[in-house]
């Protein structure tokens, strides 16, 4: 991946979200007041605060004495704050950034920024920085949970990343960062108030602009803060937002060939196809609840690729394939080809029980032919999988 684009303006958009409320501060985090009330009294009590915090860098945006002028790594102007803030008082609480591309975990920070209305806390936002691990497998399930579902768009452009009303992410730049054997990409990510969470399309599209807005110019932060040359641009037009559709049985998620059986159609009823041409597609299907009870995502990206392999090597029973390998478990199923544009992972999940008996069964019954109608979509086929004895 690169990144190698030039800075756009912020979004100047307003929004009224409520945010979950604040979680535990971890330990040596100070907090930091943007408020035009507050600050002229909160000044000279800081000072001393700020000049003994050691290697935690705390900074604000009102508080010219620490020489920075923006919250997270001196990345968020006020076109950002202002999008997902408006004019309320907020606090922050940032830990410092290191980036150390030999060792395990490679560039890490967190910044978390909280509004509020007299004393209520609004909205939270919290912006990562992490490489995301291969080798251990752990950020296979909890990370793509959130940052890669269906509701999410590429960001276009050549970005790197993908963005919804809640979350967004983009990679860094591997120049920038390097990369080893299994891991994947060391991304920034944002994410406010619960996953998936949507209120009206108005806010849809008013808080995924902002959000959007607000990552670039915290991955810019992040890049610069490392020591590395290059900015990205914002993106100019976003996808429109995906929205759930009846389900088409004989075309499954949008995919030619591929035939939904007839044991799992009431309970799969609806569906949400993810758009197409960024790092991943993802096709969620559930109930006319609109709770996904099924997940197939498919991930092109090389090095996003490689938070799946430790599960395509060790999480369950071997599927081998005519151009590749896998694993297939009780819940999960994943499948690893090698095509021409790279490492292409083919990822089966059931979220919940479906099908006749409420059963744990979707991934062994679809796996064979989702595999072979995807990679056959995408140009990586053809593929045939062949479970193996365990």
């Known amino acids: 991946m690169s990144g190698e684009n030039a800075v756009a303006e912020n979004p100047v958009t307003d929004t009224e979200t409520p945010a979950a409320p604040e979680a535990p501060r971890p330990p040596l985090v100070r907090r930091l007041l943007r408020s035009r009330t507050v600050r002229t ?17 705390w900074r604000t945006d009102t508080l010219p004495l620490v020489g920075s002028s923006a919250p997270c790594w001196d990345s968020l102007g006020s076109g950002s704050m202002d999008a997902l803030f408006g004019d309320r008082r907020t606090e922050v609480d940032e830990q410092s950034l290191h980036n150390d591309p030999m060792g395990g975990d490679g560039g890490y920070g967190q910044c978390r920024v909280t ?38 768009v590429s960001l276009g452009d050549g970005l790197p990343g993908m963005a919804s009303p809640s979350r967004a992410w983009i990679a860094l730049p591997q120049a920038c960062t390097g990369r080893d054997d299994f891991t994947g990409p060391t991304v920034v990510d944002i994410g406010m108030g619960r996953a998936d ?3 009206s399309s108005e806010d849809t599209l008013r808080d995924r602009a902002a959000l959007t807005g607000a990552l670039i110019d915290a991955a810019n932060g992040v890049i610069d803060d490392f020591g590395c040359s290059g900015t990205y641009r914002e993106p100019r037009d976003l996808p429109a937002p995906v929205d759930w559709d009846d389900t088409r049985p004989s075309a499954f998620c949008g995919i030619k060939g591929l035939t939904l059986s007839a044991a799992y159609r009431k309970e799969l009823d609806e569906t949400r196809v993810g758009d197409e041409g960024g790092p991943a597609r993802v096709c969620e299907a559930g109930s006319s609840f609109r709770e ?10 090389p090095a996003l690729a490689e938070i799946y392999s430790w ?14 390998y896998g694993k297939i ?15 292409v992972m083919f990822v089966l999940e059931q979220l919940r029980p479906a099908g006749s008996g409420s059963r744990f069964t979707f991934t062994r019954d679809l ?8 990679a056959e979509r995408i140009g990586c086929g053809p593929q045939k999988v062949t479970f193996l004895a365990s």
Request: net charge neutral; charged share 20%; hydrophobic share 40%.
């Open 367 to 374: 796996l064979p032919a989702y595999v072979a109608a995807e």
């Open 329 to 343: 478990g009780g819940n999960r199923a994943v499948f690893k080809a090698e095509c021409q544009t790279g490492p």
């Open 41 to 57: 009294a909160t000044a000279a009590a800081l000072a001393g605060a700020l000049a003994g915090a050691g290697t935690v860098a």
């Open 115 to 152: 509004s509020y209305e007299g004393d209520r806390a609004r909205r939270q936002v919290t912006v990562n920085v992490r490489r995301l691990d291969g080798l251990r497998g752990t950020d296979s399930q909890d990370w793509p949970s959130e940052f890669l579902s269906s509701g999410m």
């Open 197 to 199: 969470f949507e209120v």
């Open 292 to 301: 996904a009870s099924v997940r197939l995502t498919t991930v092109v990206d």
């Open 311 to 324: 599960d395509a090597l060790r999480s369950g029973d071997p599927v081998k394939g005519s151009g590749g």
